[in-house]
């Protein structure tokens, strides 16, 4: 492999509207491992569930045990060996049970930025959807009973009707739910570079959030 270059991918979840998606800029010298944690990241997802990238008809990813075995590790294949085109498109898909599908698309091929750190993100829209709420119907259905303002209503209505003696952990759960999809058409995407910097910098502190959950 040559030189070092940037790619610069536009990855967006399949069959939602309004989209939500993500650009970032990649090294050519990562692995499908990188992208996967990268993905991960973008989208406020947790590593906790299966997935797998199809790239020209051949399957990618990290194999765990009773998951999908692949064919070539993770770790030692870059994205470089590739030799994508400019708007060539790929699959990846994530926890098969939701099943979400993203769209990975090449926009450009760029000089690396010495000033700067890979990955990174340079564009996106909306939060990432939630990985267990369901799939793609569910997510629909909940973001226009609860979306935005949606969710105020259904919180007041619970707050009216709670008494002193109920269950404050119902109370509580509700208010986490609710947070998520009033907060759906925001996009935190300094938050998701500081993330990305650990990574970048292999600060073992960036797992914790995955593991965590968090929401951009």
């Known amino acids: ?61 990290i194999a765990y045990s009773g998951g999908i075995c692949f064919e070539d590790d993770a770790d030692s294949i870059l994205l470089g060996s590739f030799d994508f085109d400019v708007g060539e498109t790929f699959l990846y898909e994530y926890n098969f049970n939701d099943d979400w599908e993203l769209q990975i698309r090449l926009e450009k091929i760029l000089e690396i930025d010495l000033d700067r750190t890979y ?32 969710a105020l209503p259904t919180l007041a209505n619970f707050l009216d009707e709670f008494k002193p003696d109920d ?26 570079n500081l993330l990305l910097a650990k990574y970048a910098n292999n600060d073992p502190s960036w797992e914790e959030y995955m593991e965590e959950g968090f929401v951009l």
């Open 167 to 192: 269950d404050f952990d119902d109370l509580r759960d509700l208010v986490v739910k609710l947070q998520y999809w009033v907060n759906i058409d925001t996009f935190d995407r300094k938050k998701l």
């Open 119 to 150: 990955p990174r993100c340079i564009g996106g829209n909306r939060a990432g959807p939630l990985e267990d709420c369901g799939g793609v119907e569910s997510y629909m259905e909940h973001a226009e009973n609860y979306g935005g303002a949606m």
């Open 1 to 61: 492999m040559s030189s070092t270059i940037i790619y610069q991918f536009r990855c967006s979840v399949k069959h939602i509207s309004p989209m939500i998606w993500r650009r970032i800029l990649v090294k050519n010298d990562s692995s499908i491992t990188d992208l996967h944690h990268t993905i991960q990241m973008s989208f406020g997802w947790s590593n906790t569930y299966l997935h797998c990238f199809t790239i020209r008809a051949k399957d990618y990813g």
